[in-house]
């Protein structure tokens, strides 16, 4: 169980995320919507601690975790990837070295630094590269990938980790509609068939509808939704997103939304 309890983050006196309370049963799949500035990414990134709380408290199986530091800063970070919109791969690294980077909390800086892995950690990167159907791109540069191959990378870098939790920030942000549909089919099958929680922060609602447990809508720094997506009204919609309503969140078009599928095929370049 995952609980956010009074979360609040200050960024001036007028601009703050906050008061957040979030209980999330472990292998739900949430999605996080709202509009640019709602605050869905930071949200993400306190999770993580990527960004501290002014005020509140973070707990993860009883345990709280918002003054963490040093070694158990880095361990919770481990439980707890991070797979971000524009991939953060190492562009000048081979696809298999950037996916076993995810171990990175686990070996020495010297073994790292010559990429001295083991058998066993190549042998995970592989099966990892496999679920993501990457296997055959393992030994290309990072930068001749395309964006939705790319991403995918990203989520074998995050499952190299072995977490608990999988925080995307905007995974589909900046792919075509068949890239985004394989790359939200491979975090709803790891969710599926590992019982990771994922949250998905996503501008398209119909997206989260398709792919979420659960959803939770922010506005202007504050959760206004938290519920099953059949329980999100157009009021609440309208809420969330203002007058542009369903239209502003469907930037590929309403034929064009990723719907999910039972397994996870390679993208086409």
């Known amino acids: 169980m ?10 001036s006196p007028d601009v703050s995320i906050g008061t957040v309370s979030l209980e999330v ?3 739900q799949m949430v999605g996080v919507i709202g509009r640019s500035g709602a605050g869905k990414s930071t ?38 990837a991070m797979i971000f919109q524009q991939f953060n791969l190492i562009d000048r690294l081979d696809v298999i070295t950037n996916v076993l980077t995810g171990r990175l909390n686990e070996v020495s800086l010297g073994r790292a630094i010559f990429k001295a892995f083991s058998p066993p950690e190549r042998a995970l990167a592989i099966r990892a590269l496999d679920r993501l159907g990457m296997t055959k791109a393992a030994l290309q540069k990072a930068d001749t990938l395309s964006g939705g191959q790319q991403q995918r990378v990203a989520i074998a870098r ?39 929680t994922v949250f998905c922060n996503l501008h398209t609602l119909a997206t989260a ?22 329980e999100l009204s157009d009021v609440m919609v ?8 369903l239209e502003t969140n469907h930037p590929f078009g309403p034929d064009s939304v990723p719907v999910p599928q039972k397994t996870v095929h390679p993208a086409t370049v």
């Open 43 to 80: 949200l993400l990134r306190m999770i993580n601690r990527m960004v501290d709380p002014t005020s509140g408290r973070i707990l993860f199986e009883g345990k709280d975790v918002t003054g963490l530091k040093g070694a158990d800063l880095r361990a919770w970070r481990r439980r707890c």
């Open 238 to 245: 309208h809420r969330i997103y203002g007058p542009e309503g």
């Open 158 to 196: 995050a499952l190299m980790q072995e977490p608990e939790i999988i925080l995307a920030d905007e995974p589909i942000a900046s792919l075509d509609p068949h890239n985004a549909k394989v790359v939200m089919d491979a975090l709803r099958q790891i969710n599926r068939q590992d019982g990771i």
């Open 25 to 27: 049963p472990s292998g």
């Open 209 to 230: 509808k398709n792919y979420c447990d659960r959803i939770v809508g922010m506005a202007k720094g504050k959760v206004v939704f938290d519920g099953r997506p059949d």
């Open 2 to 11: 995952l609980i956010l309890d009074d979360v609040i983050r200050k960024f």
